[in-house]
């Protein structure tokens, strides 16, 4: 009689090894077998209820043609990620020249970053069931018309509304765009090709605050954001990039959808995936307030405007390293879980939230910079593959479209939340010392979110291993 033994190892996985007799893939043939019987009952099912549908097949890209996608996206991400970046240097000018409060300058970058990413669950579906190159050439050259006209801005609310939420809801798109295209676009490849994407907001942290700041100085900040709203233009030439590849778009079937279906119930009695969509709203609300503060806290501590804008530039030169790594680390170890690694990174970057406003010198600002620029690197790269090995690649759109969602909101709240505790006790560590905390509780809930996981995977590997044959 043939023997199966079934071993358990220290990451908590289940493996079969098989008699040299038996045939090993025993397993697959019945999963494939559930498989073909459940999709001929849907077939023969919803034949009657639905209309014949389109189901070629999508063409396969070449490399060069995936590597022009990649760019494309990668200039996307760089540009909504990295205008955030350049907001930071912005919030100054903006307070000196309108006189207005750091709360109310805050809210122009919390609403552009916020409404960049929450807006994302107004567009999911249309992005992935029209054209999506269409909706991001339409949505930058929108973008673009909002900053062109802070030319004419008097006040902090003007540039609030044009710049904070008629540029965040329309860069929304550019936002949840990239993502989902590198996702149809890459297969088996998805996990590394979404994390080296990241790597475009790591390249715009670096290179725009620089760029803002010299802006600045020849043309004041009304000129500056005319000119970086042309880079806007750009984007909507990689969004007719974006519309020409559309037939190498692996999109989920209408089969594979239905299955599913309703997935966004099936997300909400997900307990893993509550835990994880808490944790996406209180880091990204609380994470970036050295991407906001950082300049204004340099010049709170004696130093000058341009000194916090080299300090600010260290979270993307840092940030560039660490998506590399994190790239690699995937795909030469795809099997390993990913909720051990951001639970150090979520360590490391409440740690860096605490030093940056105690440490007395700059250079030890300089050093603590780099150590938080690697960490929210680590956290942001890994995050695709914690939401693929939540929900699957089919519902990766909605998956996305929800922890953006869920991110906006933290984004807005976090923002003008720093800047009220600024104006209330006349420094930043408030705000630095709570998130600190927070992200303690950040770095337990995904080690929670990893047990559960484990226990789903050995619940479904041993519901399999009870169908084998004797």
């Known amino acids: 009689m043939p023997t199966s033994v079934l071993n ?19 397993i697959s043939r019945i999963m494939t077998s559930n ?39 990668l200039y996307l991400n760089y540009l909504t990620f990295g205008m955030a970046a350049c907001l930071g240097v912005v919030y100054v000018a903006l307070i000196e020249d309108l006189q207005c409060l750091r709360s109310e300058a805050a809210l122009v970058q919390s609403l552009y970053l916020g409404l960049s990413l929450g ?33 004419a801005a008097n006040n902090i609310w003007v540039v609030l509304v044009l710049v904070g939420i008629i540029g965040g ?14 996702n149809w676009t890459f297969g088996e490849n998805r996990r590394v090709a979404l994390s080296v994407l990241t790597l475009g907001s790591a ?11 010299f802006l600045i100085d020849q043309y004041g900040w009304r000129g500056c954001l005319l000119i970086l709203g042309g880079l806007f233009l750009n984007s909507a030439v990689f969004g007719f990039v974006i519309h020409l590849s559309k037939d190498y778009f692996h999109k989920p079937t209408p089969n594979n959808i239905s299955k599913k279906s309703p997935a966004i119930f099936t997300m909400i009695k997900d307990v893993a995936f509550l835990i994880f969509l808490s944790t996406m709203f209180i880091f990204p609300g609380l994470g970036p307030v050295e991407q906001w503060f950082i300049v204004d806290l340099s010049v709170l501590k004696g130093y000058t405007s341009q000194e916090g804008t080299v300090l600010l530039s260290l979270n993307g030169v840092a940030g560039i390293f660490a998506r590399v790594f994190s790239a690699l680390y995937i795909k030469f170890y795809p099997k390993r879980r990913s909720e051990h690694v951001l639970c150090f990174a979520f360590l490391l970057w409440g740690l860096a939230h605490y030093l940056i406003v105690t440490v007395p010198y700059y250079w030890a600002m300089f050093m603590v910079m780099l150590l938080r620029g690697f960490a929210s690197s680590i956290v942001v790269a890994f995050i695709p593959a914690l939401q693929i090995a939540l929900r699957g690649p089919d519902d990766y759109p909605i998956v ?22 600024a104006d209330v ?46």
Do not use: H
């Not at 358990?8 to 025993?26: C, L, P, Q």
């Not at 073909?36 to 209309?51: K, R």
């Not at 080690?447 to 484990?454: G, N, P």
């Open 8 to 26: 358990f190892d220290s990451e908590g996985e289940y493996s079969f090894n098989y008699a040299s007799y038996e045939r090993e893939d025993v």
């Open 35 to 73: 498989k073909t019987s459940s999709q001929q009952f849907i077939l023969s099912s919803s034949s009657t209820l639905q209309p014949e549908r389109n189901t070629r097949e999508p063409s396969k890209p070449s490399r060069w043609r995936m590597l022009v996608i990649m760019l494309s996206c």
């Open 119 to 151: 807006g994302t669950i107004l567009f999911s579906r249309p992005l992935t069931k029209y054209d999506t190159g269409y909706f991001v050439m339409v949505a930058n050259t929108i973008c673009c018309t909002a900053f062109a006209l802070c030319m």
């Open 169 to 182: 809801l329309s860069v929304s798109v550019s936002c949840l765009s990239a993502a989902i295209v590198v």
């Open 203 to 213: 390249l715009a942290q670096t290179t725009l605050p620089f760029l803002t700041n």
């Open 400 to 421: 996305a479209a929800m922890t953006f969602f869920v991110n906006g909101v933290g984004e807005i709240l976090g923002g003008f939340l720093g800047g009220y505790s």
């Open 425 to 470: 006790t006349g420094s930043y560590n408030l705000i630095f010392y709570i998130a600190a905390g927070a992200f303690v509780y950040e770095a337990l809930s995904v080690e929670l979110i990893s047990s559960i996981l484990k226990k789903r995977d050995r619940k479904e590997i041993s519901q399999t291993y009870e169908k084998l044959p004797d």
